[in-house]
């Protein structure tokens, strides 16, 4: 069936990095994102990568993509307080135009 | 202005009722979703909607319905609605750009006493 995965909970201390994990379950997928919920607010994309892609870095995010053991990450650099937030991976299979979203990993950064 | 937009914003209502939520945007995109958010299980697919005609049912459809008013108007309607319904209710809106990424409203907050 489909289901992406994420662990519900990071926390990390301020100027730490973060990484944040996602193992997705359709190997056609060919774009994978990561979108970031701040507390009352919708789901705003953060960055996204193509599946013939290992690798995508932008300023103090840097996504990791592993087909083979299709396994997606989302590292933050120099982690702020104002990086605390929910954050999703999604997948959108090829041939479709549906999204699947993960569980959603809550990050808190401590002061 | 925000480019999707939903309301209301926060429902409180008690069981049985009709509820209506509705979603509108700007960005000329065809493509339109009702998602709702609970905690633990992420975002999950009521609907979704590939042009005025095009009315798909999503992953968790029962007790729910929708409909495509115009290109821009996307209303998501619980005939009678259920506690277990209480949930975050997102809108979201995608082109058909290569990325096509998914622009989500603000959400709405319903409460099912």
């Known amino acids: 069936g489909e289901d992406v995965e994420q662990s519900l909970f990071l926390s990390v201390r301020e100027g730490d990095s973060s990484v944040i994990n996602c193992t997705y379950t359709?190997?056609?997928?060919?774009?994978l994102y990561w979108y970031k919920q701040e507390p009352g607010a919708g789901l705003q994309l953060l960055t996204y990568?193509?599946?013939?892609?290992d690798m995508k870095q932008d300023q103090r995010l840097t996504v990791l993509l592993n087909k083979k053991d299709k396994h997606l990450s989302l590292r933050i650099a120099d982690t702020q307080t104002g990086d605390s937030a929910i954050y999703f991976c999604?997948?959108?299979?090829?041939?479709?135009?549906?999204?699947?979203f993960g569980t959603g990993t809550r990050l808190k950064v401590l002061a | 202005d925000a480019d999707v937009t939903q309301t209301p914003r926060n429902r409180i209502t008690k069981t049985g009722k009709r509820i209506m939520l509705e979603c509108s945007q700007t960005?000329?995109?065809?493509?339109m979703y009702w998602y709702r958010q609970d905690p633990g299980l992420g975002l999950r697919l009521i609907y979704y909607?590939?042009?005025?005609?095009?009315?798909n049912k999503g992953e968790i459809s029962d007790g729910y319905s929708v409909s495509r008013q115009a290109q821009a108007k996307f209303s998501l309607s619980l005939e009678s609605a259920i506690p277990n319904q209480t949930a975050l209710y997102f809108c979201?809106?995608?082109?058909?750009?290569?990325?096509?990424?998914?622009?989500f409203g603000p959400g709405t907050r319903l409460l099912v006493l």
């Open positions: 979201a809106t995608s082109g058909t750009g290569i990325v096509e990424t998914q622009y």
């Open positions: 960005k000329g995109h065809d493509r």
């Open positions: 990568i193509f599946s013939n892609m």
């Open positions: 909607s590939f042009d005025v005609k095009d009315i």
């Open positions: 359709d190997s056609s997928s060919t774009y």
């Open positions: 999604a997948e959108r299979p090829t041939g479709t135009y549906k999204y699947i």
